[in-house]
């Protein structure tokens, strides 16, 4: 058995980043990119207005102005401003030779073609050419991850299609023979396959590409041929169930059959402690524990960390500080230790209803998860602990 510390570095040393391939924008959406990218012109390209109003010299606000065109974005301007004129102008329209101000409609009067400020600001309203970013610039780093607000400069330095990394694909199947598909009523003995399900959830919210594969049968043979026959196309093959260590528990031999070099086998955490991790130079397999909030837990925190690692996303976990509601306490300390927890009000955390690891209900009411590290028996209520956001 190893520490979870070695479990989680074993793991992201091992990933390899996947390929680099040209995304449409509209695609992009929590993509990592695998290219630094430049502007390929000042940003703005040049002084424009912030806001609808009047473009004019600071100076002549103080006194009446007159009006000499009006300028529309996407315009350019026909006539400069002189000294005692200003321009209609509106938000995001070039502003005209001589103007260095914009006075908001809101701010003033226009009659028979004259302007008289109401109301003196010291804002001038303008947007400054290359006051975002000059043409050349590195605008974005590689291994950023894509949000909407990446995307929105992405289209303006002219980034499209985006160079990205390529998302890994995770084969993803069940073993057991109790197990029947969810559409299925279950006879005696039998049990619906939560977990393909979870697990496919899982890893499509966190941008990877999750393929449900079935339910395979607790039989040697079956195995050895069902994930051969997947990981052609996949590079991680993900089995939960099968992993420990009852007279049907075969899954870690079905790897060694198919190629794999198992480097770990057993991880001191709870829940998860069964759990292998394997390679075989070009793919990856990971046999997870059968219970429910086991898969949940250990994909949150030791195989997201991991697929993260193949799409160049390196980035430590969201961590959230709050106070914990109710205490906490267990007979053994000598494992690391994650439990659901679940937001009260702001600023504060309390575990919920938990009656071990096939308690399916327990994840669903929870959005955070609570990791108790070795050593540790009891948290106070109050106490200040940190928490990963689901």
Known sequence: MITFEQAL???????????????????????VLARDVKTDRDMPPADTSAM?????RQDDRDKPMRVVETIAAGRVPTLPVEAGECARIMTGAILPQGADTVVMFEHAEEKDGWVRVTRQSDSRNVRWKGEDGHAGDTVLRAGTVISPGVIALLASAGCDPAPVFARPVVAVMA???ELVEPRAKPDAGKIRNSNGYQLCAQLRKMGVVGRYEGIVRDELEELVTRIGQVRKQ?????????????????VPEAFRRCGYRLLFESVAMQPGRPMVFGAD???????????????????????KPFLYAMMGRQESPRMVPAMLAQAFRRRKADRQSTIPVRFQEPGWVAPVEYHGSAHILAISQADALLT????????????TVYVRPL
């Open 9 to 31: 570095e074993t793991m992201v040393t091992a990933a390899v980043r996947k390929g680099e391939e040209s995304v449409p924008l509209v695609d992009c959406l929590d993509r």
């Open 52 to 56: 609808d109003g009047y473009a004019c």
């Open 175 to 177: 073993t057991g023979d």
């Open 234 to 250: 996949a590079d991680l093959v993900l089995m939960s169930g099968g992993v420990s260590e009852g007279d049907y528990d075969l």
């Open 281 to 303: 130079g070009k793919s990856f397999c990971c046999g997870l524990p059968g219970n429910p909030v086991s898969t949940f837990v250990v994909l949150e925190i030791l195989l």
């Open 372 to 383: 108790i590290p070795v050593g540790v028996s009891e948290i106070k209520e109050g106490t």
